[in-house]
């Protein structure tokens, strides 16, 4: 079973990768710029992938689609025992470490901080509060793109890599894989831009660290919930990035290693990481009531 499971994980990577790194390397190897409605494109299909893959991976091997037990599918939404107080916290989580995240970039270089800013947004001082809410309501009301994704990584990935290595390894590995899955698009500007001091490997670095934050957070709410759904809503509120203090970030005032993306992206992720180094600890925690041992196949397989 392990052997298979091992099987079915390479089978489901290789289909979330290559119609992703493929089309990505090939446009911006020819000069495409990130700015564009081609890369839009490129970017919105590619958080389809992860989910196609999964289907994909699901009907050769013949797993099929069970919507309870082991190997469901994770779509299945319970309140029961407590379960619907992770559907609030998966919402208003990056509202938190996002606000934390700019307050404390403002504490250390208080001339990025500009609230002039505020007045190009266009948006009244007395309804700024509703700025985030809107933000989560909108992005959880179109979360297709984050569905695509955690259909794959938290319904499928992360429970084959627990199975294989045990929670502590899976979660830094499902974060590792997450992280590099995106690596084409943060070469050619994403989340960092181009020209930084290090690029892209600096960029490449600081992202992956908040993938396996994020990973394990993400683990956990979909562990604790008994569905991917959380972890779908999250994903969709942190791409939203509803921040109050973000409309009121002024990064040309930066200078010297704080003006470099990734230094700053560094930084504004402390708060996401201690959240989620809580939630790794946490899952570890809970595993220590009784883990099948990891196989000899998955120890091979992660030294290789």
Same mark, same amino acid.
């Given at each position: %079973? ?7 994980? /390479? ?29 839009y ?12 893959? %999964? !289907?994909?991976? $699901? ?7 069970? %919507? ?12 029961c025992?407590?379960?619907? $107080? ?8 990056p509202t /938190? ?25 266009? +948006? ?12 989560? /309501?909108?992005?959880?009301?179109l979360? !297709?793109?984050?569905? #695509? ?7 499928? %990935? ?7 290595? #045990? +929670?502590?390894?899976?979660v830094l ?12 698009? +943060?070469?050619a ?7 930084? $001091?290090?690029?892209?490997w600096t ?7 908040a993938? !396996?934050?994020?990973?394990? !957070? ?5 562990k604790k ?14 791409? #939203? ?11 040309e ?22 959240? #989620?180094?809580?939630?790794a ?8 009531r ?12 992660l $030294?290789?």
């Amino acid at each position: %079973m392990r052997v298979e499971n091992q099987r079915r994980l /390479i089978l489901y990577l290789t289909f979330s990768f290559l119609p992703v790194w493929i089309p990505t390397l090939i446009y911006t190897a020819g000069g495409g710029a990130y700015e564009s409605q081609t890369m839009y494109a490129i970017l919105t299909y590619s958080m389809l992938c992860p989910a196609v893959g %999964m !289907v994909l991976t $699901r009907l050769i091997t013949r797993e099929g689609f069970p %919507m309870r037990g082991k190997g469901s599918l994770g779509l299945r939404i319970s309140f029961c025992k407590g379960k619907w $107080r992770y559907y609030p916290a998966a919402i208003l989580l990056p509202t /938190i470490y996002l606000e934390a995240g700019y307050g404390l970039f403002y504490l250390l270089f208080p001339e990025s901080f500009q609230p002039a800013l505020l007045q190009e947004t266009g +948006i009244p001082k007395n309804a700024l509060w509703l700025y985030p809410l809107a933000t989560c /309501i909108n992005t959880c009301a179109l979360s !297709v793109g984050a569905l #695509g994704e955690e259909a794959g990584w938290r319904g499928y %990935m992360m429970p084959k890599l627990e199975e294989l290595f #045990g +929670i502590r390894k899976a979660v830094l590995i499902g974060g590792l894989i997450w992280g590099i899955w995106h690596y084409p698009a +943060i070469a050619a500007g994403h989340g960092y831009g181009t020209g930084y $001091r290090g690029a892209p490997w600096t960029g490449f670095l600081v992202f992956t660290l908040a993938t !396996v934050a994020y990973g394990a !957070v993400m683990t956990l709410l979909t562990k604790k919930s008994g569905s991917i759904w959380p972890a779908v809503f999250l994903h969709a509120v942190n791409n #939203g990035g509803g921040s109050i203090l973000g409309l009121c970030f002024d990064g040309e005032k930066l200078t010297g290693l704080a003006a470099q993306a990734p230094v700053a992206g560094l930084i504004q992720e402390i708060p996401l990481l201690l959240i #989620g180094g809580i939630a790794a600890a946490w899952l570890c925690r809970e595993n220590q009531r009784g883990t099948p041992p990891v196989s000899q196949e998955a120890t091979s397989m992660l $030294r290789s």
